[in-house]
């Protein structure tokens, strides 16, 4: 058997997101700029206003149907909410993933 590596872990570094709570952000925000409530979102989307609650509040781990009921209830698609959370990312400082995989290939070299 080959002999466990550590995985370095980058020092004074804050978590990264989860992706539930970018969605969730991102649909909240998209619900605020069309000055709807939860209830007529979630009427909209078929689901109901505490589990829409829920996913803003990045507590849901949504499924790729609802995230796709909750967009088009929003006027949008799974492609634009991808590409909103994408830009936020990369508009933020180096993830502590990317930090860990350079660690990682420097192991491997």
Do not use: C
Not at 23 to 31: H, K, M, S, T, V
């Amino acid at each position: 058997m080959a002999d466990i590596v550590p995985f370095p872990r980058p020092l004074n570094r804050d978590p990264e997101p989860l992706w539930r709570q970018l969605l969730g952000d991102q649909l909240r925000r998209r619900r605020h700029d069309r000055e709807e409530t939860l209830t007529e979102t979630a009427d909209t989307a078929g689901v109901s206003p505490q589990y829409l609650s829920e996913v803003e509040r990045g507590l849901k781990e949504p499924s790729s149907e609802m995230i796709a009921a909750i967009a088009g209830a929003l006027d949008t698609s799974l492609i634009e909410l991808t590409s909103a959370i994408a830009d936020e990312l990369r508009s933020t400082p180096a993830s502590v993933s990317a930090s860990a995989a350079r660690g990682v290939f420097a192991l491997a070299a």
